[in-house]
């Protein structure tokens, strides 16, 4: 009899998770996993690539360090779109490939929310091309401004003030003064713009209150108000009925995510790119496949609202994933994902942090340490202790 297929799309947090276990588990099935990139991406880094704080090989590593070669397969291709119907994943290099079980964890997408202007001129932290050009980016405004002194190349509006534009600006100010020097820019006229209209809007006001004095005592200035459109050195923002406009030779957006573009394209039911999931991560009317990570919706029974998508959750519904393609593959009975939030901890640059773990706020070095605590847990999770030691990411100090 035909063996089983099962397989994984995205070798993100929930993908490479995933395979990790399922190969853990020696299921009864051939497994494929198919990724854009040959490497998995520490999403959770991104904005210290962005920043310049970090490279990128540094929250990188290669899928092969996971793939365990006599049970997985692992493709390199971009997925255009799943054809439930058929069983088939339609591929942009290779012919369609048919699956029996199927996992989608193909991750999140910038959000424009309709913003004119924002897909055109906004920067975005998404994956690893698109920060290694905010770093560009930034440093060619800083060398330009020596040449022709126009004011604005130094200032750098960012857009939301949720936990990626929070982090982005905490290393931001770690970066600036080694810019300043190395361009011999006039420090003075360097302005950091932050337009927000709700700060950090996942933790209790204290906290959001330190993080942003903390960044504000490090020269970023809060300015309050939704951002209505772009223009290549121009943002415009409105706070009630005011419109207001910053002239700024870098503008990022932070000011949201979606899931993969690739579940509409699929014709799945979603809203933003998200498909709310059964108890066991599969689809309604779709018992073959699974969603997890920043394409699917849990929703939280206590607030009835989906949970935030993160990296802890698409680990945590990783494991169950792994053991419910299994038992498909096996025709065992299927387990119900149950979420148990550990907590969320927003860096704001070295040393420096505010969090809420396990019930408890945290603030300052301590919940820095615990930052960096969580992010070495993810790297041994999916890429194991080795992977953890060849990255030399064993310390608490970047
Ligand atoms: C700057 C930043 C900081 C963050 N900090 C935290 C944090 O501290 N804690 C936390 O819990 N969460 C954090 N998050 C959120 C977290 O990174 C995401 O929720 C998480 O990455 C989602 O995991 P995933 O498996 O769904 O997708 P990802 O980890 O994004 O993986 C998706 C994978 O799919 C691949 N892919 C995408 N499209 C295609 C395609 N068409 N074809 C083939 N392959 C494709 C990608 O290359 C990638 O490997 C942060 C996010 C950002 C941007």
């Known amino acids: 009899m035909r063996k089983k297929r099962i397989v994984i799309l995205g070798a993100g947090y929930g993908g490479l998770r995933t395979l990790k276990r399922l190969q853990e588990f020696h299921p009864n099935a051939d497994i494929v996993i198919i990724n854009k990139n040959d490497y998995h991406c520490e999403v959770t880094s991104l904005h210290e690539v962005a920043a310049g704080t970090t490279n990128a090989e540094k929250i990188c590593y290669p899928i092969s360090f996971v793939i365990d070669r006599e049970q997985a397969t692992f493709v390199q291709d971009t997925v255009l779109r799943v054809d439930r119907e058929g069983k088939k994943v339609i591929l942009k290099q290779g012919g369609p490939l048919s699956y029996d079980f199927l996992l989608i964890s193909l991750g999140f997408e910038s959000e424009t929310f309709g913003i004119q202007g924002i897909e055109e001129y906004a920067l975005a932290i998404s994956d690893i091309p698109s920060v290694q050009s905010i770093r560009r980016h930034i440093e060619e405004q800083f060398s330009k401004w020596a040449e022709d002194h126009k004011d604005e190349r130094l200032t750098i509006a960012v857009g939301g003030a949720g936990f990626t534009s929070f982090e982005f600006l905490g290393e931001l100010t770690e970066r600036l003064p080694k810019l300043i020097r190395r361009y011999h820019v006039d420090g003075s006229k360097v302005r950091v713009v932050c337009i927000e209209s709700t700060v950090l809007p996942m933790f209790d006001r204290k906290l959001a209150g330190y993080g942003t004095s903390k960044l504000s005592a490090r020269g970023v200035e809060f300015v309050t108000g939704r951002v209505v459109r772009v223009l290549p050195d121009q943002v415009y923002y409105k706070n009630g009925d ?8 870098t503008f ?3 000011g949201g995510v979606r899931g993969s573009s690739i579940i509409a394209a699929s014709g799945f039911r979603q809203r933003r790119g998200r498909v709310q999931v059964n108890g ?3 689809v309604p009317g779709y018992p073959d496949i699974l969603i997890i990570g920043d394409c699917s919706a849990v929703i939280d029974p206590d607030s009835g609202r989906p949970y935030p998508t993160t990296a802890q959750i698409a680990i945590m519904q990783a494991d169950y994933a792994a053991y419910n393609l299994k038992a498909l ?22 040393k420096d942090a505010v969090g809420q773990v396990m019930g408890q706020n945290l603030k300052g070095y301590p919940a820095f340490f615990m930052k960096k605590i969580i992010e070495n847990r993810s ?11 060849k990255k030399g990411r064993f310390g608490l100090s970047k």
């Not at 119900?336 to 969320?344: C, D, V």
């Not at 999916?382 to 953890?388: A, D, H, S, V």
């Open 280 to 282: 066991d991560l599969t």
């Open 379 to 389: 790297l041994v999770k999916i890429g194991g202790l080795e992977t953890m030691l």
């Open 329 to 350: 593959a096996e025709g065992h009975t299927l387990k119900n994902f149950i979420y148990k939030s550990k907590g969320t901890v927003c860096s704001l640059g070295r």
């Open 252 to 254: 990022v957006w932070g």
């Open 242 to 249: 005011e419109l207001h406009a910053i002239h700024a030779g």
